[in-house]
């Protein structure tokens, strides 16, 4: 089943609601797209943006929570969530949504640089209270001074604008993204900016992107790709998209190599068995790699594609970079990387 012009078209419709600030009659849209389809992941963000919009945070905040738990492979709804934490002060749980956000996608700068902004407001908050306990400290007061000089308008570094030099720093305003339609070539649209703003630590930029469910297509690779080592190198990465395909977890964790670098500071051990789970829980997994480019320097290839991934409703279209390196007659993965 593939989604329809006219489905494509829902989303542009509550969008434009949005942009026009319309944010009642764009909510009741969402409200009445989602009463048949109430999985939809990407009319469920418009609706967490919508609420944000419209001042509800509790409702946003449940809106976004709720996706996380459905979708966990999404890091935008994370992003968006540590966002809403942070207007309201909850810096701890900000910086628990942005470090999941990271987990999901090692590669999501929005993210990163959020969780920047967190641990600058929470190193704050931690030298203040070191001042109030020992104000004799003189350790303690240069430190804040440089925190706030990050966020000193005026400072001659041209560091990002927030609290006055006498405060302590306080996140800078943003304005959260809504995601862009379906990339249906007969219905695709520009994505649409959300109306408003709202105090948070940095620009997160949201871009779901929703599919339907389509069989696994072979991977189309790069005609210009020759030589034994480059083919090698590309039949390796065909195994592991296939592999993941399949759910056979055992051949697809084999494809990573000794010296493979988990996200974070996560241990291989707690890497596996995290993929091993999510592997495996999903009824099916459809994985099309497309314009598959390898190039071999030696003994170390890398592999540029984009990926389109599609398990139990939810869809996620993307590049990603895979780092390979021959030991003894196979090409084991070393590192990977999405969105570069």
């Not at 996380?68 to 942070?86: F, G, H, I, K």
């Amino acid at each position: 089943m593939m989604f329809s012009v006219a489905h494509a078209d829902d989303y542009t419709d509550v969008s434009q609601l949005m942009r026009a600030g319309k944010l009642p009659e764009a909510l009741s849209k969402a409200d009445q797209y989602l009463t048949s389809k109430p999985k939809d992941p990407q009319m469920r963000f418009l609706k967490g943006v919508i609420q944000r919009d419209a001042g509800k945070t509790t409702d946003a905040i449940g809106t976004f929570t709720r996706l996380t738990e459905d979708y966990p492979e999404l890091p935008e709804p994370y992003n968006n969530l540590a966002v809403l934490y942070a207007g309201q002060s909850q810096f701890d749980k900000a910086r628990a949504a942005l470090e999941m956000a990271i987990r999901t996608n090692p590669s999501y700068a929005t993210a990163h640089e959020n969780l920047g902004d967190v641990y600058a407001k929470l190193a704050s908050q931690a030298y203040n209270k070191a001042l109030q306990l020992d104000a004799t400290n003189p350790a303690v007061a240069p430190k804040l001074a440089l925190i706030r000089e990050l966020f000193n308008p005026t400072s001659p570094k041209g560091q990002k604008s927030g609290a006055p030099a006498h405060s302590t720093p306080t996140p800078a305003a943003v304005a959260v993204k809504a995601p862009p339609p379906l990339p249906n070539p007969a219905s695709a649209k520009a994505p649409v900016t959300a109306p408003t703003t709202q105090t948070a630590p940095a620009t997160p930029t949201a871009a779901v992107t929703a599919e339907a469910p389509a069989p696994v297509t072979p991977p189309t690779t790069n005609a210009s790709t020759s030589g034994n080592s480059t083919k090698e190198a590309e039949a390796a990465v065909k195994s592991w998209a296939s592999a993941w395909a399949a759910k056979d977890v055992k051949t697809y964790l084999a494809a990573y190599g000794r010296d493979f670098a988990p996200p974070g500071s996560m241990k291989r051990s707690a890497w596996e068995n995290e993929r091993r789970e999510r592997i495996s829980n999903k009824s099916k997994i459809s994985l099309k790699l497309e314009n598959l480019n390898i190039t071999v320097n030696g003994s170390n290839a890398t592999a540029k594609f984009r990926q389109d991934y599609k398990a139990d409703g939810i869809a996620v279209s993307s590049k990603k970079t895979l780092n390979l390196v021959k030991n003894g007659d196979r090409w084991l993965i070393v590192k990977e990387f999405t969105g570069s």
